[in-house]
């Protein structure tokens, strides 16, 4: 599993556009919902306060603490955030 993901290599391998965009097409194919609906957009008052913001150098920090099980919100999993982050 680790040859496939490339968990262990130092360096990143360098991906071309098009072989991403074949990527990025294959699993939109795979991953189709035809019972898929657009979520209702939030509204948002003006006594709602946007969370702090990250600064650069915070980045590095916030995601050395990330637990290998999380994945956030956005079901990202914890590998490819640590993988494929580059400050």
């Known amino acids: 599993m680790d040859n496939i993901t490339l968990r262990k290599l130092q360096s990143l391998p360098f991906l071309d556009k098009e072989f991403l965009a074949n990527l990025n097409n294959f699993f939109g194919d795979l991953c189709f919902d035809d019972q ?16 702090p913001m990250l600064r650069d150098h915070d980045v590095p920090l916030a ?3 990330i637990k290998k099980t999380a994945s956030g919100p956005g079901c990202i999993p914890y590998w490819m955030w640590k993988n494929n982050c580059i400050i």
């Open 63 to 65: 995601l050395a603490k």
């Open 36 to 51: 898929y609906s657009e979520p209702t957009p939030l509204v948002i008052d003006y006594e709602t306060h946007p969370p």
